[in-house]
């Protein structure tokens, strides 16, 4: 059977077991609240399994193996160490706190959650118009899928990324969050299969000839060291192991991530939850070293987009390249779910109300219309980025629009859960502080590292919690009421 007659029955079959699963989820989904968060009904592993699924993304499978296929150990060691520990740590701290105070507030979005613990519509607002920076992320997801699965089903690009979204806008309409965790957690299934040959794929490398890392040495030296200068974002120290572990940390806190919490019933479930996430996500950290298995098959100016596509092509036969683009077509899928139902949870749960809208019915109506109307907004942005990607890779461009949105919200999140005294003045001024650290960053050009979106979003952080810091340093200075009043 010819390659692209298995990649087009494989695809089929994919699109009808998601489809039957968003049927499915669809039935069990009897209100506004099962849309957005589910029923509560769902194992504990399967929404674990769908956390890793939305951490992964194809970003994990496509273009951080670009990026480190250019900038060597390096990127290894911030996306695969520095990044890798910050996400644990993020899970570990956030999500049973995340859950509790939400439980405890009624939220159901993270806008609303901060909304609501700090008793803040107007945060709640500011919220809601940064989570739209998701859009970028899910154009990266586009892209790289309509780029993997181009040559082999001999469809253009910007064909497979009108089909893709619409595909995913489809069964979302139909399933809600029931259909979204239950597809997530298959797909996760496939992708640890498909992350497992991959990785072993390459493990000859290292032993054969003068093995990988000699042949490396020889292309560049720096390939092999701990910084690389001539990288986009490995520079130095700084950027390798502090901006790609505080990145790590507030990344946990973007609405698709965090608000998996939420689809929990109980506490106790969290531990399953946790170590299901963690375990499947170490493993599909492996595939960054696909990375390093491409400099010996790929020509070395080979976009960043590319790398991956074209090893796998290089190195697969037909049967495994379908079989590897279904588990990147998973990847992929899962995360774009992800974004697009946080969205349009957001729009029904907290921007209708905003609009002064009040009828559940009405807000799960225009959550669906929001739904579409971000979609027609990936696909055009996905088709200028296939064209001419910002800085040569659509990483680029997905990264400054998703960072900016949790290097934000990390800091109402983390205070909101831990700090019960920073109140609602100093939340605002911290969170207004983040954004405009960020944006200085890059409007001013401080350093030359402000061409990478991890150092924005740490300087971004810094000037948000220094706001914290003063603010509890005068609260601890201020006199006490019981010492006001013997005064």
């Not at 505080?246 to 998996?260: E, S």
């Not at 299901?276 to 390093?292: C, D, T």
């Amino acid at each position: 059977m010819p390659a692209s007659t298995l990649a087009w029955t494989a695809v089929i079959a994919y699109a009808l077991l998601t489809l039957g699963l968003a049927i499915r989820g669809a039935l069990r989904t009897k209100s506004l609240e099962g849309f957005a968060v589910g029923n509560g009904d769902i194992h504990p592993a399967l929404i674990g399994l769908s956390l890793t699924a939305q951490l992964t993304s194809v970003a994990t499978f496509v273009i951080n193996p670009g990026l480190v296929f250019h900038s060597g150990v390096s990127g290894l060691l911030g996306y695969g160490v520095a990044a890798a520990a910050g996400i644990t740590l993020g899970l570990i701290v956030f999500t049973a706190r995340f859950r509790a105070v939400g439980a405890k507030v009624a939220a159901l979005t993270v806008p609303s959650w901060i909304g609501a613990r700090y008793e803040a519509p107007h945060l709640r607002a500011l919220f809601t118009l940064l989570s739209l920076g998701l859009v970028a992320f899910a154009v990266l997801i586009v892209v790289a899928l309509a780029l993997v699965l181009s040559g082999l089903l001999g469809v253009a690009p910007v064909t497979l990324a009108v089909v893709l979204t619409a595909f995913v806008v489809g069964t979302l309409l139909i399933g809600g969050a029931n259909g979204h965790a239950l597809t997530n957690a298959v797909q996760a299934m496939v992708m640890l299969v498909v992350a497992v040959v991959l990785i072993a794929a390459g493990l000859p490398l290292f032993t054969e000839g003068e093995g990988l890392l000699a042949t490396l040495a020889a292309q560049d030296p720096q390939l092999l060291t701990v910084v690389n200068p001539s990288s986009l974002y490995f520079r130095n120290l700084f950027e390798v192991f502090v901006c790609n572990f505080l990145v790590g940390l507030a990344v946990v806190c973007q609405p698709h991530i965090v608000g998996k919490a939420l689809y929990l019933r109980e506490d106790r479930q969290v531990r399953t939850f946790l170590s299901v996430a963690v375990v499947a996500g170490m493993v599909f950290l492996g595939v960054l070293l696909v990375g390093l298995y491409a400099r010996t098959a790929v020509p070395l100016d080979t976009r960043i987009d590319l790398v991956v596509p074209t090893w796998i092509g290089a190195t697969f036969s037909g049967p495994m390249q379908v079989l590897i683009s279904i588990g990147m077509l998973c990847a992929g899928m899962s995360t774009l779910e992800g974004i697009l139902l946080a969205l349009s949870g957001i729009f029904a749960l907290d921007l209708h109300p905003l609009l002064g809208g009040k009828d559940p019915k009405a807000a799960l109506r225009f959550g669906k219309a929001g739904l579409v109307v971000v979609a027609l907004v990936t696909v055009a942005l996905a088709a200028r980025q296939i064209a001419d990607p910002v800085g040569g890779s659509v990483a680029i461009f997905a990264q400054y629009g998703v960072y900016l949105l949790f290097t934000a919200s990390f800091l109402p999140l983390a205070c909101g859960m831990f700090l019960p005294t920073v109140g609602r003045g100093a939340v605002t001024f911290a969170s207004l502080a983040a954004i405009a650290g960020y944006l200085g960053a890059s409007v001013f050009e401080l350093t030359m590292l402000s061409s990478n979106p991890a150092f924005l979003a740490t300087i971004g952080i810094g000037c948000g919690w220094t706001v914290v810091g003063v603010a509890l340093a005068v609260q601890k200075r201020a006199p006490q009421p019981a010492a006001a009043a013997q005064a």
